[in-house]
């Protein structure tokens, strides 16, 4: 069974700071996707990674996927407020038509 | 291009009874799929739908249907609520041939059922 472990699940942080969310998985997949949900509202796609090695940023946020350590990060760099959003990664299951999605991490950043 | 849509965005029902979802996904998405978001449980899988065809389904119990129609709208049913079916349902499109499959989800704004 595919399982994913995101950490940390909850994160308070000062704006500026540089900080990183790992987001690791149990068997071999190479897609790996990040989304961003803001209170009391839907998801947002924010990377979508598809191979070993891929790294995609977007402004002060970073991604990347290892498939052969089954890990990716999300690096947020100079952290401001409007970050303030729970991260979410979700694993592509190949064959089984369903991403299985990590909890989730809560970032808060305080100016 | 229109996002996904979901209606209605909200609905209070009491336990025992019926209610239906709808989902109507961005134009050329045939890919569809359903989710539960609850603050204890986090987020969950449904079920997904391509071209009219149920192809996976999580964990949920018979009471939780669905359907998808020729349109690639979708809709979902839950019979005999209880309390716990209290949640955000959220629906998502792809253009992909299925969740997931290196595209992108687009998600709907959710629907926030209440069970009293």
């Known amino acids: 069974e595919l399982k994913v472990e995101q950490n940390p699940l909850f994160l308070s942080m000062q704006e500026g700071k540089n900080y990183t969310i790992y987001c690791n998985y149990s068997?071999?997949?190479?897609?790996l996707y990040w989304y961003r949900q803001d209170p009391g509202k839907s998801l947002e796609s924010l990377f979508v990674l598809l191979s070993n090695g891929a790294v995609k940023q977007e402004g002060r946020l970073m991604a990347s996927l290892d498939t052969k350590a089954r890990l990716s990060t999300l690096h947020i760099t100079a952290a401001v407020h409007d970050l303030s959003a729970t991260y979410f990664c979700?694993?592509?299951?190949?064959?089984?038509?369903?991403?299985?999605w990590g909890a989730g991490t809560k970032l808060i950043i305080k100016p | 291009k229109a996002g996904v849509t979901q209606t209605p965005r909200y609905l209070i029902k009491t336990r025992g009874q019926q209610v239906t979802l709808s989902c109507s996904p961005i134009?050329?998405?045939?890919?569809v799929s359903w989710y539960q978001q609850t603050p204890g449980q986090g987020l969950q899988f449904l079920f997904e739908y391509f071209s009219e065809t149920q192809r996976n389904k999580g964990n949920f119990p018979g009471r939780f249907s669905g359907r998808q129609f020729s349109n690639s709208r979708s809709e979902m049913n839950v019979s005999t609520l209880e309390l716990g079916d209290s949640a955000l349902y959220l629906c998502a499109s792809s253009l992909g041939l299925g969740a997931g499959q290196g595209y992108e989800q687009y998600f709907g704004p959710g629907t926030r059922l209440t069970v009293t």
């Open positions: 979700a694993v592509d299951m190949d064959s089984n038509y369903q991403l299985i």
């Open positions: 134009s050329g998405h045939r890919s």
């Open positions: 068997t071999t997949s190479d897609r």
